[in-house]
T-cell receptor
Framework: GAVVSQHPSWVICKSGTSVKIECRSL??????MFWYRQFPKQSLMLMAT?????????EQGVEKDKFLINHASLTLSTLTVTSAHPEDSSFYIC??????????????FGPGTRLLVL | RKEVEQDPGPFNVPEGATVAFNCTYS??????FFWYRQDCRKEPKLLMS???SGNEDGRFTAQLNRASQYISLLIRDSKLSDSATYLC???????????FGKGTKLSVIP
């Protein structure tokens, strides 16, 4: 199956720092990427949908100025958590859609980025 | 009513047991249905898609009842390696967005 990578896998930072997370589709072009957040013992919650070359669509309750998303190419989307605070500590996971022929409905998930804000 | 609802478990079963997970979804316009597996501190991985006719993949059988808006997953002959959280996932109509249930935790005990 298709491969999606995320970098970094772990981030520990001080409150007020901005953190950038990269999501790459390694062997296919992803027309759409999704960013999720998962708190402990909770389900994955969709934060935003990122389409290459256009503005991201944010879910209700997700601040677009807080979580900046850039999808500059068909293989890369970035999520920047601006001025991170302890309550932003979470597991951030991206997924990419638009993969291999016959698997168009499938979303491939990155390995996730664990963010801890002190 | 939550969009995708699952029994949170945990289900603790002995090796070799058969275990069934249930899931209900609220959006009757939902088009696609999946079971994902998530290991502790890892990303979700697609286990199988779920079709109205039902489908089987080795020890795993998935069923969909659109009238009742109900999805199930049956695992036969449980292995220790089956221990994980199983996520019921639904794809909305005309959208590629996935909605996840909170997951059902399974622990297979020796």
């Amino acid at each position: 199956g298709a491969v999606v990578s995320q970098h970094p896998s772990w981030v520990i930072c001080k409150s007020g720092t901005s953190v950038k997370i990269e999501c790459r589709s390694l062997d296919f072009q992803a027309t759409t990427m999704f960013w999720y957040r998962q708190f402990p013992k909770q389900s994955l919650m969709l934060m935003a949908t990122s389409n290459e070359g256009s503005k991201a669509t944010y879910e209700q309750g997700v601040e677009k100025d807080k979580f900046l998303i850039n999808h500059a190419s068909l293989t890369l989307s970035t999520l920047t958590v601006t001025s991170a605070h302890p309550e932003d500590s979470s597991f951030y996971i991206c997924s990419a859609h638009g993969g291999l022929a016959g698997e168009e409905e499938t979303q491939y998930f990155g390995p996730g980025t664990r963010l801890l804000v002190l | 009513r939550k969009e995708v609802e699952q029994d949170p478990g945990p289900f603790n079963v002995p090796e070799g047991a058969t275990v069934a997970f249930n899931c209900t979804y609220s959006n009757s316009a939902s088009q696609s249905f999946f079971w994902y597996r998530q290991d502790c501190r890892k990303e979700p991985k697609l286990l199988m898609s779920v079709y109205s006719s039902g489908n089987e993949d080795g020890r795993f059988t998935a069923q969909l009842n659109r009238a009742s808006q109900y999805i199930s997953l049956l695992i036969r002959d449980s292995k220790l390696s089956d221990s994980a959280t199983y996520l019921c996932v639904v794809n909305g109509a005309g959208s590629y967005q996935l909605t996840f249930g909170k997951g059902t935790k399974l622990s297979v005990i020796p």
